[in-house]
């Protein structure tokens, strides 16, 4: 009797542990999807989020263009001077020696829009003292003078990443070139006058300050002493 007693006890203890066993695991399994969801669809999840990340065209980043900075100098028209040197390099006879330049100037935007557009420059230039030749007795004093007035147009190097603060310059306009010779007390003196064409190379901060190089030509070379002038200056505007 005994026996068979221990026997239904080891069965029901065993029974019980199975059903524990199994409705722990059915509480695990429900535990799992409450928290992660079911397995296939979490699959499913991830493979539609990476099949998007591969067919997404890849991002790519524009840049807008910057307007270079233009300055006053090339928003609105300024007045100026320059101070330099002019040098003779022909001559019909011996070139005089060079002498101190100053000029003033009226600079003035083509198109305060559109700044590739250029500007106008308006300038009187001469020199300073006295352009002087050598000589020898009975001749006191040999020199040149020299003046012109022009117009010219400013332009820029093409290409959009090029800051406007290096210019190129063409000009025409009006040239005089006067010789004196004195001889004791007396003084005789000649002048001639011709259309001339300028090259202009320069470089501007656009700001109240440029560099310029500029080579002119008489044009009417028959009756005037000079035929071409180098300049190297500097300028100030406001």
């Known amino acids: 009797m005994k026996r068979v007693l221990f026997i239904v006890v080891g069965l029901a203890v065993t029974l019980f542990c199975a059903i524990a066993s199994a409705d722990s695991q059915k509480d695990n399994n429900l535990l799992y999807r409450a928290i992660f969801g079911d397995g296939g669809r979490l699959c499913q999840v991830i493979e539609e989020t990476q099949t998007r990340r591969e067919s997404a065209p890849p991002t790519t980043r524009v840049v807008s263009p910057t307007e270079p900075y233009q300055g006053f100098g090339m928003s609105r028209a300024v007045f100026g001077f320059r101070l330099g040197g002019f040098y003779v390099t022909d001559a019909y006879g011996k070139e005089p020696d060079p002498d101190a330049s100053f000029g003033l100037l009226f600079r003035t935007p083509l198109s305060r829009h559109m700044y590739r557009v250029g500007r106008i ?4 230039d001469t020199n300073v003292y006295k352009m002087k030749h050598d000589y020898s007795s009975p001749i006191t004093d040999f020199y040149e003078r020299y003046y012109e007035v022009t117009l010219s147009y400013l332009g820029y190097l093409p290409g959009y990443n090029v800051a406007p603060n290096i210019y190129w310059g063409i000009g025409f306009g009006y040239g005089n070139n006067s010789m004196t010779v004195k001889v004791g007390s007396s003084t005789s003196s000649d002048d001639w006058d011709s259309p001339i064409i300028v090259l202009r190379l320069g470089w501007d901060t656009l700001e109240g300050f440029f560099f310029e190089i500029s080579y002119r030509w008489m044009l009417d070379d028959d009756d005037i002493y000079i035929q071409s002038l180098f300049q190297v200056a500097i300028g100030l505007y406001f």
Do not use: H, M
């Open 121 to 124: 420059e308006i300038a009187f």
